[in-house]
């Protein structure tokens, strides 16, 4: 397949790599070279068999809009957007695009959101929490995962109150704990990134599944069936 990866930070040049690793063409563009999505046009795109997204949430909006417009299919890695999720999945189905988007692609994530379901049963009257930590750069707190655990936590139980820290120190890939007190006990749930390469090996398998489809998904909806 022939990928095009938005955004030359250290997430969009690992996905990049990890891509050509898997046997794919890649071409990578940075904001730079595409203010506004400007050089997102239907030739362009038409190059490519999906695109793959890990720049700003202030670059994603044009950029989506800009390949749903065009037919492109579009996996989208960055957070901080999901404000206008009802708008682009508008635009998606008016177009009969295809959109797969994540507020995190690491597998050890996934997992984390099921043992979130998992917990809140068992800790009736506890006290909820979250806690992530990120690097200095990332431009949205709390983090896009955070938040998705946040709202996984309170499809159990819409009473819950859970407050969120985050912190941004260093080149912290990214660490997330789910913490449950009651008195002098604490149970905590705790997913911590090595490197970015999970999220670049899971985005890039998200790329592979959406070559042909049409539809608007959410990674966490359908990484099971990436095999």
Same mark, same amino acid.
């Given at each position: 397949?022939? /990928? $095009?990866?938005?955004?030359?930070? &250290?997430?969009?040049?690992?996905?990049?790599?990890?891509?050509?690793?898997?046997?794919?063409?890649?071409?990578?563009?940075?904001? !730079?070279?595409?203010?506004?999505?400007?050089?997102?046009?239907?030739?362009?795109?038409?190059q490519f068999d999906v695109v793959i997204?890990?720049?700003t949430p202030q670059a994603v909006i044009?950029?989506?809009?800009?390949?749903?417009?065009?037919?492109?299919?579009?996996?989208?890695?960055?957070?901080? *957007?999901?404000?206008?999720?009802? !708008?682009?999945?508008?635009?998606?189905?008016?177009?009969?695009?295809?959109?797969?988007?994540g507020a995190n692609f690491s597998i050890?994530?996934?997992?984390?959101?099921? $043992?979130?379901?998992? $917990?809140?049963?068992?800790?009736?009257? /506890? !006290?909820?929490?979250?806690?992530?930590?990120?690097?200095?750069?990332? &431009?949205?707190?709390?983090?896009?995962?955070?938040?998705? $655990?946040?709202?996984?936590?309170?499809?159990?139980? #819409?009473?819950?109150?859970?407050?969120?820290?985050?912190?941004?120190?260093?080149?912290?890939?990214?660490?997330?704990?789910?913490?449950?007190?009651?008195?002098?006990?604490?149970?905590?749930?705790?997913?911590?990134?090595?490197?970015?390469?999970? /999220?670049?090996?899971?985005?890039?398998?998200?790329?592979? *599944?959406?070559?042909? &489809?049409?539809?608007?998904?959410? /990674?966490?909806?359908?990484? #099971?069936?990436?095999?």
């Open positions: 397949m022939i /990928f $095009l990866v938005l955004g030359r930070g &250290k997430t969009g040049q690992v996905v990049a790599d990890v891509a050509a690793q898997r046997g794919h063409s890649v071409r990578v563009i940075g904001e !730079e070279e595409n203010a506004n999505a400007s050089a997102l046009t239907g030739p362009m795109l038409a997204d890990f720049t044009p950029n989506m809009r800009a390949c749903l417009a065009n037919g492109a299919r579009v996996v989208v890695g960055t957070t901080g *957007w999901y404000e206008k999720l009802p !708008e682009i999945r508008a635009i998606c189905d008016r177009r009969n695009g295809a959109l797969l988007y050890g994530v996934q997992v984390m959101y099921e $043992l979130a379901y998992r $917990l809140v049963p068992l800790v009736h009257g /506890f !006290e909820l929490s979250i806690r992530e930590t990120h690097h200095e750069s990332k &431009k949205d707190a709390p983090s896009g995962t955070a938040l998705a $655990l946040k709202q996984t936590l309170l499809e159990m139980d #819409p009473t819950l109150k859970i407050d969120i820290t985050s912190y941004r120190e260093g080149e912290a890939v990214g660490t997330h704990v789910i913490s449950a007190r009651l008195g002098d006990d604490v149970v905590e749930i705790r997913h911590e990134a090595i490197s970015r390469r999970s /999220f670049a090996e899971g985005a890039v398998r998200a790329a592979e *599944w959406l070559s042909g &489809k049409t539809g608007c998904y959410d /990674f966490k909806e359908i990484y #099971p069936l990436l095999g």
